[in-house]
Each structure stands twice: as structure tokens, then as C-alpha cells.
């Protein structure tokens, strides 16, 4: 959606769906043109309505994203606790062994 910006044009101000590529005076492109329909009659845009539930899906996407990185932060720290814990059970089990050994060859 586009608005109109030239202050010598009769329909300065307003709101229009335009390609992205819209042709101007300076290049050439796309001329797709429809201006967006006034909220004053009541008429709502099927555009203005799909623009609306993906504002809305958009949102709750970027809250699922938020949340799941969260979890990921979580789940690395669970990790990271469940890799130090082996590795002080392996430590411990090591200079056990060592004393049992030292033990058993006396």
C-alpha cells in the first residue's frame, strides 16, 4: 500500500495499492493501481481484511518464536548442568577407582 505523494495531484494523501515495482515519472514498471477504499461507507477491502488476520498470525508468530527461545535457552542451561554433573561422576569415580586399586595391590 502506497499514498500518494505529490502535492500537485488532486488525490494527495490518498491510500492506494500499487505493485511493488509501480512505474513512476523516473522509470518504468508495474502500473497496477487501485485506490484503497474509505472506511467512511462501511465498504472494508478484502485486502484491508487478509492485511488484518496476517497482522494478527504475524503476532501470535512472533510470541511462539519468543516463547521457543526461551525454551531453547532453557533446554542449553539443562545441558550444560547435566554435562558438568558427568563429568564430576566420572572425576569421582576415577579417584575412587584409583583408591581402591592403591587399596587392593597394598
Known sequence: MKTVTDMT???YGKKFWGCRNWRNQ???GCNYFQFLVDD???DV???DMKI???KKKNGK???EVCFLKEELCNSRRCSKIAIMFEFLCFGFNIVLMTMMLSMYLK
Open 9 to 11: 495531484n488532486l488525490n
Open 26 to 28: 523516473f522509470d518504468s
Open 40 to 42: 467512511d461507507n462501511g
Open 45 to 47: 477491502d478484502e485486502r
Open 52 to 54: 488484518a488476520r496476517l
Open 61 to 63: 508468530l512472533k510470541h
